[in-house]
């Protein structure tokens, strides 16, 4: 069945530092992958959105990876903020079908 | 994107009644729209489809007599959960998917607390 690994215990990272969050799946043959936040609380919020045929992809400073070789994408956060506390959902999901099934998500915590 | 309200944000209800919650796509209109479930320090669950004007799709193992979905309108979906019982208490959380590659806007959540 299909699986999605996310690190299950929080990222604690210093203000400033880059943080890197890790997706894996198995059993899957995603199309793209996407990246939500989610506050506590809240509904999820989403981020990124990265195709199968795109290694790399950025927005301000966030950074997504995508290798359907190793089957992971990372996330990176660099200059890290308190404000940037919060957990971190990915989701890979098939072309043309528009159903998520959501990683277990990583709770990163930035300290000052 | 979307924007997506719900409502009632929170509500408490006795156990054996059955509660509404609506989800609203203000800017856009949605001929789908989800509805997860998420328990305390979980993961978002995917409870069911729902599709304008027709029945909704429910995921393995989620009654779809005890989660009413309407579809009713391009704008509008409700989730009703019927004779709830302490163990329906949860967030429950409605997306809207937009075109292409199908990103998910979702709405504030719903918390339900069932005593």
């Known amino acids: 069945s299909q699986k999605i690994e996310q690190n299950s215990e929080a990222l604690n990272i210093q203000e400033g530092k880059t943080a890197t969050l890790t997706c894996n799946y198995t059993n899957y043959s995603p199309a793209y992958l996407q990246w939500y936040r989610q506050d506590p609380g809240r509904g999820p919020v989403f981020l990124l959105l990265?195709?199968?045929?795109?290694k790399e992809k950025r927005k301000e400073r966030l950074k997504v990876t995508f290798d359907t070789t190793l089957k992971q994408s990372l996330f990176h956060i660099t200059a890290s903020q308190p404000a940037d506390s919060a957990t971190y959902l990915c989701a890979p999901s098939a072309a043309g079908y528009n159903k998520l099934i959501f990683g277990a998500g990583t709770r990163l915590a930035v300290h000052p | 994107g979307a924007v997506v309200s719900q409502h009632p944000s929170w509500v408490i209800c006795k156990s054996g009644t059955s509660v509404k919650i609506e989800c609203r796509s203000l800017?856009?209109?949605?001929?789908?729209m989800f509805w997860y479930r998420q328990f305390p320090k979980q993961s978002l669950m995917l409870m069911a489809t729902?599709?304008?004007?027709?029945?909704?799709?429910?995921e393995q193992g989620v009654e779809k007599d005890k989660f009413l979905i309407n579809h009713a309108s391009l704008t509008l979906s409700t989730l009703t959960v019927t004779s709830a019982h302490p163990e329906d208490s949860s967030f429950y959380i409605c997306s809207v998917p937009t075109h292409g590659p199908y990103e998910q806007y979702f709405g504030p959540g719903t918390r339900l607390t069932v005593t």
């Open positions: 990265i195709r199968e045929n795109e």
């Open positions: 729902s599709n304008e004007g027709s029945k909704a799709t429910y």
């Open positions: 800017d856009f209109q949605a001929t789908t």
